[in-house]
């Protein structure tokens, strides 16, 4: 991935935290729930993610939420240097689009989805490679540094694929919150290529490796979001009585992509 494109992938997608459920995932929660041992980092249920790209003041929040159901919610923040970007997404089934919030038109649903999904896999692939033992094993704070010659790192949404060539590296350290929940700070250089420098991401946040209740009713009404398609052909997008999220997976669930 070149630095122009981390600018312009923090440009844009953005994610909204909204203060109650975020509320959730606080280091004060007193959950007495603990983690298996099979449970690995890319198994979280929720988690707060902060980045701060390269560049010049790039800086985006999210709060993602995994359901059982393989959807996922994404709320987000982006705020761009002069400007602040804010909405809600909902990936359904992997083919569905749902946004509401976001301000900006050039905002595309699938790049807003992917951005975020991306950044999800980076974080996960740093916490095993850092931490390979799980969330589980993290018992104190805990920092290590680890370094990456001959092994890029490759990232794929579903939709959009990125990576970072080697070498990198991280310096990763994790802490635990009560019960479920682990802190983790990623400090990650790697190369831009064919330019012989290199730069520097951050991505910090809190995540819940525990099991969850999906924010999300399945009766909630859908008048209020915006529905788009990932694939513009795809059969369940003519469907015209689709009032709630119930409604929506049906439809899907009762078609099929060529």
């Known amino acids: 991935m070149k630095f122009s494109d981390l600018k312009r992938f923090a440009l844009c997608f953005a994610v909204f935290v909204l203060g109650g459920i975020f509320s959730t995932l606080s280091a004060q929660d007193e959950s007495s729930e603990s983690i298996g ?39 987000s923040e982006l705020d761009i240097p002069g400007d602040l970007e804010r909405g809600e997404l909902l990936l359904v089934e ?69 990576g970072f060539p080697a070498p990198w590296s991280v310096i990763a350290s994790a802490k635990p919150v009560e019960g479920s929940k682990r802190n983790f700070d990623l400090e990650f250089h790697f190369a831009i290529p064919n330019s012989g420098e290199t730069a520097k991401m951050r991505l910090k946040g809190v995540g819940d490796y525990a099991e969850r209740d999906f924010p999300l009713s399945e009766d909630m009404p859908i008048e209020d979001w915006k529905l788009t398609w990932r694939n513009e052909d795809d059969p369940a997008s003519s469907a015209r009585n689709v009032r709630t999220l119930a409604d929506l997976r049906e439809e899907i669930a009762g078609s099929q992509l060529d």
């Open 37 to 75: 041992a099979d449970v690995t980092w890319q198994d979280v249920t929720a988690v707060r993610l902060d980045v701060q790209f390269p560049g010049d003041g790039y800086h985006a929040k999210w709060l993602l939420h995994r359901c059982d159901c393989g959807d996922l919610l994404i709320e």
């Open 94 to 162: 992997q083919r569905a689009v749902l946004e509401r919030g976001f301000r900006a038109e050039e905002l595309q649903s699938q790049m807003s989805w992917d951005a975020p999904a991306l950044m999800l896999q980076l974080t996960g692939y740093l916490l095993e490679r850092s931490f390979p033992n799980g969330p589980a094993s993290v018992t104190e704070s805990t920092e290590i540094e680890v370094s990456e010659n001959s092994e890029g790192i490759a990232l794929d949404s579903g939709n959009a694929v990125g």
